[in-house]
């Protein structure tokens, strides 16, 4: 609890971790705090966060989130008394994707409010005066904290088959998460001999995957950053040697730390599997937040997606089912099986269906370029983005959308309203 500012807690800025590589919006409604949450990003601790400061303070927020999605924190200031800022928070709450952490920076240190935010899903209330080193603190703790959950969420991608489109599908839709929702997303290319995230990004880089898996002791977020590749502004890669100079045989906890490190700096984490059945890649599909099978119409990917689909079943007795992807779908002239009856033999519901397009597909792996930056208005970049929509688990991105014509709030309210 940072309630007001205590002189003796304030610590020693040293001791201070990194902020990981978050997207954070604020709105402020004072030009002191606007200028402490400026001097807060340019940070070093703050280098790997994208910081974006506006005023106009939660009014401002709430009509722009009507229209745009939320990044996973937004910082808003108030100078307003409680039932001011509650009113408000209320507003918020109803337009914020889940996953999203508020952080109220306020001027009253009133315990009562304080109880009552954080009883509303508020991860932190904040009193000025602040040190620029208390905002730097506030916000990392929310993610290193002793009681913060780990930052990344995991979305393992699988194929049913090898060349089934597995890794295509698992580049895209990461690229699409950091373009749709501006959030930072790193692929991790397992497929150790034969990987081609670096190839499909058109990079080359000097290491990754293995460097990591070699020094497990040494393995923290500073290091890790050295070791990956970044394609833009939110992407960025861990790759695979793609060499054939040893054997890749590992253990089944053996990608555990690099997991762990990633998804402790990077909200969302793209593992790139290889289709391939060992203790670590049953271990890492099991483990993963969410799972995407790629699949293509015929009968021996029918065969190993109801094999994976009723193994996971199995092993994530408690989690949602995976995603299903129908790759290649049209293939001239190939006899294929029909979405609806590989649907039903999996008793799971297609989540997208993926034309084959040898042009398109074909000269974007050739450039090393993603679906929608060939060709944004391609079907499969719409798919891609309704894909990173639900992997990362973000409600449908209202762009063009008016706050004013969002009924969604309104309705529930009428709801409400009839049911007391
Ligand atoms: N929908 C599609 N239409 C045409 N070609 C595709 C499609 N999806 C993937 N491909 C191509 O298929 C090949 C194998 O894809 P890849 O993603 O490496 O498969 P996997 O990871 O499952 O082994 C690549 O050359 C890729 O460009
Ligand atoms: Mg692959």
Redesign the pocket.
Known sequence: MTLARDENAAGDPNDLRPVPRIAIQAFCETSDVAELLEAAGADRRMSRAHLKVQMGGLPAAVEFYGSAPTPNLVVVESKGKAEEILGHLDGLADVCDPGTKVMVIGHVNDVVLYRELIRRGVSEYVVMPLTMFDVVRAIGELYHGPAAAPLGRTVAFI?AK????????AHNVAWSIGKTFGTDVMITDL?LAWG?AALDFNQEPPQGVVEALNSPERLDETFLDRLLTKCSDQLSILAAPAMLDRAYDHEEQDFDTIIEVARSTVPIVVLDLP?QWTSWTRRQLREADDVVI?AAPDLANLRNAKNLVDTLKAGRPNDAPPHLVF??VGVPKRPEIKPEEFAKALELPIAAI?????AV??N??NKGLMIGEMDAKHA?AEVFRTLATLTTGRREVRKGRKSALDLGPLLAKLRMRKAS
């Open positions: 194929g090898g060349g089934c489109g597995s890794s295509t599908v497929d081609t289709h790629v790759n290649m993926i034309p084959f397009d040898a597909f074909g974007a792996a499969s």
